[in-house]
């Protein structure tokens, strides 16, 4: 099993930007592949970024490309989120998820989930 624990979030005025953080512990991270999904109240959670173990492969949900950007540093036991020129659309609870398999990850099933992180992007 994997532990983790997203942090990063706030509030943020549109046009800013927001780094989250996830730090993992538990079995080795290296081998896990991460991504991160949303959720905005009301409505399902959605599939952000995903990085494979190396951090030689990213993938991402059409509508982000170009804002938000995923890596990882697996020295630190951590995946990051970079996200920029945030809209208010971009509010949500945004979730750190951790599996075994890389093409997987979008689908959101077999993942390992974090507690979650909000960010509120005002207008």
């Known amino acids: 099993q994997v532990q983790l624990v997203e942090s990063g979030g706030g509030l943020v005025q549109a046009g800013g930007s927001l780094r989250l953080s996830c730090a993992a512990s538990?079995?080795?991270?290296?081998?896990?592949?991460m991504g991160w999904f949303r959720q905005a109240s009301g409505k399902e959670r959605e599939f952000v970024a995903a990085i494979n173990f190396s951090g030689g492969l990213t993938y991402y949900r059409d509508s982000l490309k170009g804002r938000f950007t995923i890596s990882r540093d697996n020295a630190k036991n951590t995946v990051y989120l970079q996200m920029n020129n945030l809209k208010p659309e971009d509010t949500g609870v945004y979730y750190c998820?951790?599996?075994?398999?890389?093409?997987?990850?979008?689908?959101?099933?077999?993942?390992?989930w974090g507690q979650g992180t909000q960010v509120t992007v005002s207008s």
């Open positions: 538990g079995r080795i991270f290296s081998t896990y592949a």
């Open positions: 998820a951790a599996g075994s398999q890389y093409n997987k990850i979008p689908t959101g099933t077999g993942n390992y």
